[in-house]
């Protein structure tokens, strides 16, 4: 009888091993594969030279990197240039043709922002963050004059163009934003044309309504969103500037001083902007 109990609790002890020794198993070799990442973009900045450069840099990393399954951008900027913009709009659909980027705006994605992010697959924003502002702004360079210390083989040599040459430009870059726009969004948009190329900027629960976002929610869930697209779990969330190995942003100053050294709220040199300006009285 004595035998016969010993017996059974052998038996139950290897029972016991065989089910414990695959499970240990198995846990300490998910310990040794590497988590999928999903990679972060904070950017809380106007988009020029500087800033495009560090956003390519982060999405080039997340294109070449195979642990890098999809990436987050948290936004928060009011555009910037028009060559800068559309530089970035470029990388954005170039790596989404491999892995999927999700937005979260947090104060504004306004206009060369915005583009950035109908170059994306997914749009979330909070109800009171701003949206929007689809279209250009043009300064113009002073009108051409004569410089007597100066020769010039052609009336345009030193000044590029005539002055109405920027205005077909601004026209131009117009129907360029709004067929990546309407590019972007596809079916999911659910205003006119005319609606959209009025420059409005609105908070997040009207870009909802009129199919510019695609959905009010908080960063966790832009997590979750593009962990689904990119069909992944167990993922670990890294910031793509630290995995990138670039430095800390240091902030460099876009707008001009106006008078007495006070910030102004637009550019002072000319150019072409993709660009929320919300205080046009401001200029001098």
């Not at 779990?233 to 630290?242: C, T, V």
Request: hydrophobic fraction near 40%.
């Amino acid at each position: 009888m004595e035998e016969s109990s010993k017996s059974r609790s052998s038996g139950w002890k290897i029972w016991v091993v065989i089910i414990l020794l695959p499970l240990i198993a198995g846990i300490l070799l998910s310990l040794l594969v590497p988590r999928p990442i999903l990679g972060v973009i904070y950017f809380g900045d106007d988009i020029n030279a500087t800033t495009a450069k560090d956003l390519i840099a982060q999405l080039s990393y997340a294109r070449d990197t195979p642990d890098v399954r999809g990436v987050v951008i948290i936004l928060d900027s009011p555009g910037g240039t028009v060559t800068d913009t559309e530089s970035v709009y470029m990388e954005l659909n170039r790596l989404r043709e491999t892995k999927p980027i999700v937005t979260m705006v947090e104060g504004m994605a306004a206009s060369g922002a915005f583009y950035m992010s109908v170059g994306t697959d997914y749009v979330f924003a909070k109800p009171s963050s701003m949206v929007g502002n689809i279209g250009v702004i043009g300064y113009l360079p002073d009108p051409p004059f004569v410089m007597e210390n100066i020769y010039s083989t052609g009336p345009y040599k030193m000044w590029g163009s005539p002055r109405d040459t920027y205005v077909r430009e601004i026209e131009m870059l117009k129907q360029g934003f709004l067929q990546a726009v309407l590019l972007g969004r596809g079916n999911r948009l659910k205003t006119t044309q005319d609606v959209i190329l009025r420059g409005q900027i609105w908070p997040g629960a009207d870009g909802l309504r009129l199919g510019l976002i695609d959905e009010l929610g908080a960063q966790s869930q832009a997590y979750d969103k593009a962990a689904s697209l990119a069909k992944i779990s167990h993922y670990r969330i890294e910031n793509l500037r630290n995995l990138a190995g670039l430095p800390e942003p240091q902030p460099l100053p876009f707008y001009g001083k106006a008078n007495e050294g006070v910030t102004a709220h637009y550019p002072t040199e000319p150019g072409l902007y993709y660009l929320y300006i919300p205080f046009m009285e401001d200029q001098p």
